[in-house]
């Protein structure tokens, strides 16, 4: 197991959100209960020229996760129900984060039922929300960052360019032409274009 380090973070948001994909997202919880979910699809944010960001109007109270140093969690709570979960890249006081947006089930797929519900392993991370609640991420876990115990990323070999597919954004009104969307081509634990 090689863990990636700051410098795998300080890259450039739209890059970042393909570098991710094939990493495997791990949390260790409390009595080393390991969970861990490959990457297989992302979506790229920005600040103010981006009118989907959170960060399109500024810093905020909320958004100020954004804003932090590359490899910081950003999660929010949206739609008064969803946690969602994201990647800080940009440099320090510069906003951009790369959401996660589906995952496949590497270990811990017992928590994760408890979490989810009793549903088949490709409907339990093939979402933002989906995530957040298999892998038990709430707003109290924004801030923190991707070097320490709890948190961390396993190196993968990079996914070839040929399996890697392109498309807009989900569920968002505005931004809805750029192509941020980046995702392992054929992977059965894709979103299928749900937002959550």
């Known amino acids: 197991m090689v863990r990636l380090e700051k410098q795998f973070f300080d ?29 297989v699809e992302t979506e790229a944010y920005l600040g103010e020229n981006d009118e989907a960001s959170h960060a399109h109007r ?6 100020r996760p954004m804003f932090e140093a590359p490899g910081t969690l950003y999660v929010y709570f949206t739609y008064g129900c969803h946690h969602l979960v994201n990647i800080v890249s940009e440099p320090e006081h510069t906003a951009g984060a790369v959401l996660l947006r589906a ?5 811990g797929t017992a928590f994760m039922e408890r979490q989810r519900g009793k549903v088949e392993a490709t409907n339990l991370m093939s979402g933002p929300a989906k995530i957040a609640q298999a ?10 960052n991707m070097f320490g115990a709890e948190f961390f990323l396993e190196d993968a070999p990079s996914i070839p360019e040929t399996d890697i597919g392109t498309s807009s954004r989900i569920g968002i009104s505005q931004g809805k032409e750029l192509q941020w969307r980046k995702f392992v081509i ?6 299928k274009g749900r937002p959550s």
């Open 11 to 39: 890259t450039p948001t739209l890059q970042l959100a393909q570098a991710l994909l094939g990493k495997t997202f791990v949390r260790i919880l409390p009595r080393n209960t390991i969970l861990k979910g490959r990457i």
């Open 58 to 63: 500024g810093e905020t109270e909320r958004n």
């Open 103 to 107: 995952m496949e089930p590497v270990e």
């Open 135 to 144: 892998l038990n991420l709430t707003r109290s876990h924004s801030g923190r």
């Open 186 to 191: 054929g992977s059965p634990y894709l979103s």
